[in-house]
């Protein structure tokens, strides 16, 4: 499937917490066990995500107002993106033109708005911790001594292994959790057959039962759309590094040139690669490559 025509329910975790027709429970479900709280049911939710933003840019998001506060959660199966304080920050800014009349902004008296909230949950291979913040003012070229601008993305490590609190306050979470591994599992397993195969034991282990049972076929579908946009996020990557090294060779790699290898170091650390990958193609330290 082509990105430039995706659509946003290619993701089940969107399709959980925002779309389907159990998603107000669900989402409820998370945001109490985020909060400590205990809405219930009949608490208004209203569902504002931006189409075509977030997820043409490498996540699957969930945008929602209740309870005074907007609440945006994005999922990752890949490398955490350290950016993301940056891209919520432009998110947010087009959420608040869809909220306010565009009045607002020139009244004298103070318009109010809703609270913001960033959430990413993390449920990739590679190991990551517990919980992280990833903070806007850290891309900052200079540092204040007063931040004049800051945003802060709460990252939950989502995998079973980690035995994250939100996993065991929120059963839809730690059911989709379970269910990734398992689809993870069995694509390895079985490549043609592996997304049939994980829908039919997380059905027979009481995983996601009822929506696997709905929506099966759909899931399927979302399932090959999501592989294969991860697939076309790979290959794009490693276009990038590639075209990175190539022109690091034309700048004086090859003959040793400092600067390229700096360059193209920071360029892989930019895209998350291994230390060790970084250390063999740069020529550089490990100590080198953590100071850029």
Not at 143 to 152: A, R
Not at 265 to 281: G, V
């Amino acid at each position: 499937m082509s990105t430039s025509n995706r659509k946003y329910k290619d993701s089940v975790f969107v399709d959980l917490f925002s779309e389907d027709e159990r998603a107000k429970e669900n989402f409820l479900s998370l945001y109490n066990a985020l909060h400590g709280t205990h809405l219930p049911l009949s608490s208004p939710v209203e569902n504002i995500r931006l189409e075509n933003v977030m997820y043409m840019n490498i996540i699957n998001d969930v945008s929602c107002l209740v309870d005074n506060k907007i609440i945006v959660l994005a999922e990752h199966q890949s490398t955490i993106n350290e950016n993301m304080p940056l891209r919520f920050l432009e998110y947010i800014a087009r959420l608040y033109e869809k909220l306010q009349a565009p009045t607002d902004r020139y009244l004298r008296k103070l318009s109010k708005i809703p609270t913001p909230e960033f959430y990413v949950f993390y449920n990739g291979k590679e190991d990551y911790p517990e919980t992280t913040v990833l903070k806007l003012s850290d891309a900052f070229i200079t540092k204040p001594k007063q931040v004049p601008l800051e945003l802060t993305v709460r990252v939950l490590n989502i995998n079973t292994d980690k035995a994250n609190k939100v996993l065991a306050a929120c059963k839809p979470l730690e059911e989709y959790s379970l269910f990734v591994e398992e689809v993870r599992k069995q694509t390895q397993l079985d490549s043609e057959n592996g997304f049939t195969n994980a829908i039919k034991i997380c059905i027979e282990k009481g995983i996601l039962k009822e929506y696997l049972q709905r929506k099966s076929r759909e899931v399927i579908n979302m399932l090959v759309a999501e592989y294969d946009y991860d697939t076309d996020i790979a290959v794009q990557r490693e276009e990038s590094l590639r075209i990175g090294i190539q022109q690091g060779i034309q700048q004086g790699f090859s003959d040793g040139s400092r600067q390229a290898k700096l360059d193209t170091a920071k360029l892989m650390k930019d895209m998350n690669y291994p230390i060790r990958d970084i250390c063999k193609i740069s020529g550089l330290s490990v100590e080198e490559i953590e100071k850029l």
